[in-house]
C-alpha cells in the first residue's frame, strides 16, 4: 500500500459534503450574534506559553497535561491556543480597548488541546466564543444566556440541551471555602483516588467535578460553596435568576459545578446533552472579572462562553430535514466549438447579472448525456444546454434537474436577457 501521510489523531478534516452543515450553523451563529449586536475580534492561534498558564491556572488539567507547547527559533516557549479567553483579553489589554467602555465580542475558530480523542473530544476543535467587558452584570450574563438559548433554537436543538448553573462567589469567599473543603477531606482521604489526593494540595475545588464513581459519596457530603457565599454574591446570582425565570429560560443549578479554569468568579454555567455519551458538554462559560487585573489590567468585568462546534454539529445532525445550502444551483452543458465558447461567455454574463446565483460550466469536454451525467451529481437544480443549433438560434435551453415543481419541469429555451431574468428570479433576492 502506499505509504500516505494522515491527518494528526484527533485532527480531522472537513469534507465538501459536511462543509454546508458547518457553513448553515455557523450563519445562523453570526446571525443571532449580529442581532445582539457583538463584533467579531479574531486573535493570533499561537500566544506566548506564560497566558495561559497565568490565565487558565498552572494547576488544571489544560495546562499541566493538554498544552501543545514548543520553543520556536528564537526559544520563546509558545503554545497552540487551547481556548480563546485568554487571547481575547490580551489583545483587548494590548490595544487599550478596555479603559472605560464596555465589549461585546466574538470570536471562531480552531484550539488546539492534547486530549484522548474520542467521539465529541478532539485535539483540534473549533470554538464560538464570546467575551463581553465592563459590565458587571447579572444582566449581561443573563444576556449571555439569552444568546445560547436563540441559538439552540434557530438551530432546531433546544430540546437537546438543559442549562445548568452556579455561582463560584469572589475569590475570598471561594477561599473560605476551599478550606473548609481542604478540612472535610482530609478526614476522609482514604476515599479519594490519586487523582484527587493530589488535587488536594493543588487544586481541592477540581475534585468536585471528579468523574470517578467510587467518590460519589465523599463528594455527595462536601461543603457546598453556596453556603459561603456572601451578600453581595448571592444578590448577583438572585439577579441573574430573575432574568432567567421572567424570560422563562429553564435551568438547574447544580452546585457541584466548578468548571476547569481557574479564572472564574461569581456566575457559571454549562448547557449539557445526554446525546453525546460522555462528551456532553456542548458550551460553557462564566464570570472572570479578577483574569483583567491578572493579566496587568486595570480592574474591571469580564463574561463569556465558548461552544464546541463539532458537539452542535453532531446535535444538529441528528434532525431530519436541516436545510443546508446546495453547493450549485446550475450547471451549464455546452457540447460543440461554438457552444463551448458561448457558454464561458453566458456564465460570466450571469455571473455579473446575478451574483448570488451558483454557476458550475462543465470543463472537459464529452457528451450531452455523460455532461448531463455531471450536472445531475453537482446537485445543481436546473442544467444549462448549450449546443452549438441553439448558439446559432441566440437560445438558451434550461432544463429543472429535480422533479417537484410541475410548473417548471418542462425545457424552456430563452434569449440571454430572458435566461437573465429566469435566474434572477429565482436566485437574485439576498
Ligand atoms: P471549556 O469548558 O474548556 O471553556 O470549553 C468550552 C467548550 O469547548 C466545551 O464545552 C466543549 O463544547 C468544547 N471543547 C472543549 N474541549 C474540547 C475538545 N477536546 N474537543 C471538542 N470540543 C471541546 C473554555 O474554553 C472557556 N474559554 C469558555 C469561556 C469563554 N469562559 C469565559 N469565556
Redesign the pocket.
Known amino acids: 500500500m502506499a505509504n500516505h501521510i494522515q491527518a494528526i489523531r484527533?485532527m480531522h478534516d472537513v469534507l465538501p459534503e459536511q462543509a454546508p452543515l458547518w457553513q448553515y450553523a455557523e450563519t445562523i451563529i453570526r446571525e443571532v450574534l449580529g442581532a445582539y449586536g457583538y463584533s467579531e475580534i479574531r486573535t493570533p492561534i499561537v500566544e506566548k506559553t506564560e497566558l495561559f498558564k497565568r490565565s487558565?491556572g498552572e494547576v488544571t488539567d489544560?495546562v499541566e497535561k493538554?498544552m501543545y507547547t514548543f520553543d520556536d527559533r528564537n526559544g520563546d516557549s509558545l503554545t497552540l491556543r487551547?481556548?480563546?479567553?485568554?487571547g481575547?483579553l490580551r489583545a483587548c489589554l494590548e490595544h487599550g480597548l478596555l479603559a472605560n467602555q464596555t465589549h461585546r465580542l466574538w470570536y471562531y475558530g480552531p484550539?488546539y488541546?492534547h486530549?484522548r480523542?474520542q467521539k465529541?473530544?478532539?485535539?483540534?476543535?473549533?470554538?464560538l466564543?464570546?467575551?463581553t467587558y465592563g459590565m458587571a452584570g447579572p444582566d449581561i450574563d443573563a444576556e449571555l444566556i439569552l444568546i445560547m438559548h436563540r441559538m439552540w433554537q434557530r438551530l432546531g436543538i433546544r430540546d437537546k440541551v438543559r442549562l445548568e448553573i452556579n455561582s463560584l462567589g469572589t475569590i475570598a469567599e471561594r477561599s473560605a471555602y476551599r478550606e473548609s473543603l481542604v478540612t472535610y477531606f482530609k478526614a476522609h482521604t482514604d476515599q479519594l483516588d490519586a487523582d484527587s489526593l493530589r488535587r488536594l494540595e493543588t487544586n481541592p475545588l477540581r475534585i468536585l467535578d471528579t468523574k470517578n464513581p467510587d467518590m460519589k459519596a465523599v463528594v455527595g457530603g462536601a461543603p457546598v460553596l453556596m453556603d459561603y457565599l456572601g451578600e453581595s454574591s448571592r444578590a448577583h446570582f438572585a439577579g441573574f435568576r430573575k432574568i432567567l425565570d421572567d424570560l422563562g429560560v429553564a435551568y438547574e443549578i447544580n452546585v457541584r459545578l466548578v468548571?476547569?479554569?481557574d479564572?472564574?468568579c461569581n456566575t457559571v454555567f454549562?448547557?449539557v446533552t445526554d446525546e453525546l455519551g460522555s462528551?456532553g458538554?456542548?458550551?460553557?462559560?462564566?464570570?472572570?472579572d479578577g483574569l483583567i487585573e491578572q493579566l496587568g489590567g486595570k480592574a474591571s468585568h469580564?463574561?463569556?462562553?465558548?461552544?464546541?462546534?463539532?458537539?452542535?454539529l453532531a446535535l444538529v445532525e441528528t434532525l431530519t430535514d436541516v436545510p443546508v445550502a446546495r453547493p450549485v444551483d446550475a450547471y451549464l452543458i455546452r457540447v460543440g466549438e461554438q457552444a463551448e465558447r458561448a457558454g464561458i461567455r453566458i456564465a460570466e454574463l450571469l455571473r455579473s447579472e446575478v451574483p448570488q446565483l451558483k454557476l458550475q460550466v462543465h470543463c472537459g469536454g464529452g457528451s450531452f448525456k455523460s455532461q448531463f451525467k455531471k450536472a445531475d451529481k453537482s446537485g445543481a437544480e436546473f442544467a444549462i444546454i448549450l449546443g452549438d443549433d441553439e448558439v446559432s438560434r441566440g437560445e438558451i435551453a434550461i432544463k429543472p434537474l429535480r422533479s417537484g415543481n410541475e410548473a417548471e419541469s418542462a425545457q424552456s429555451s430563452l434569449g440571454e436577457q430572458q435566461a437573465v431574468a429566469f435566474f434572477r428570479q429565482r436566485y437574485g433576492k439576498v
Open positions: 484527533g487558565i489544560i493538554e487551547p481556548e480563546g479567553t485568554a481575547c484550539m488541546r486530549e480523542p465529541g473530544r478532539y485535539r483540534q476543535f473549533f470554538q466564543g464570546v467575551e468548571r476547569g479554569l479564572y472564574y454549562e448547557w462528551q458538554t456542548v458550551c460553557a462559560g462564566g464570570r472572570y469580564a463574561v463569556g462562553f465558548a461552544m464546541g462546534i463539532e458537539r452542535v
